[in-house]
């Protein structure tokens, strides 16, 4: 029994497109909170990605899917008491990871003046990971 299983689609691993755009998302507000304040940042962040209300997004994912056939690992762990520094008791846990490989989608986006365009680069080229957590020996995620 997996504990966290990797998202499938015709029994094959892919990347969701609402994945990357929550991370994207993210690593855009942070940079742009680091240059303006934060109810400004929040604001040019949710008119490109879309928010409550009748905002939809101006960008578009699709969903990554590996370009070549691609299979899981299952990997297992221990969870970490953090205060203590020692392991949990009876927490082992496993979790099923994607094989390492080129994953491919489109990104299409309206982007207003207001947004830098390298900004938006840079929120793509700050993601190291994708997945519930990033393991040691993962290949980093890597931008072409």
């Known amino acids: 029994m997996i504990d966290k299983a ?19 998302r993210d690593n855009l507000l942070m940079i742009l909170k680091s240059k303006l ?9 949710s008119r490109l990605f879309g928010s409550k209300g009748y905002c939809p997004s ?19 762990g221990v969870a970490i008491d953090r205060f203590r520094k ?16 080129i994953y491919k989608g489109k990104v299409e986006a309206y ?6 365009l390298e900004e938006l680069i840079m929120a793509f080229k700050m993601i190291d990971f994708i997945g519930g957590s990033k393991v ?3 290949e980093d995620v890597k931008w072409i």
């Open 6 to 24: 990797t998202v499938k689609m015709n029994n094959k691993p892919f990347i969701p497109g609402s994945t990357l755009k929550g991370k994207v």
């Open 37 to 45: 304040n934060e109810d400004k940042a929040e604001e040019l962040v």
């Open 58 to 76: 101006k960008i578009y994912f699709t969903d990554l899917l590996p370009e070549e056939e691609k299979g899981t690992n299952v990997r297992y």
């Open 86 to 101: 020692v392991s949990k008791d009876k927490a082992l846990y496993s979790f099923e990871t994607a094989d390492i490989g």
């Open 111 to 116: 982007i207003d003046e207001e947004i830098d």
């Open 136 to 138: 040691g020996d993962a």
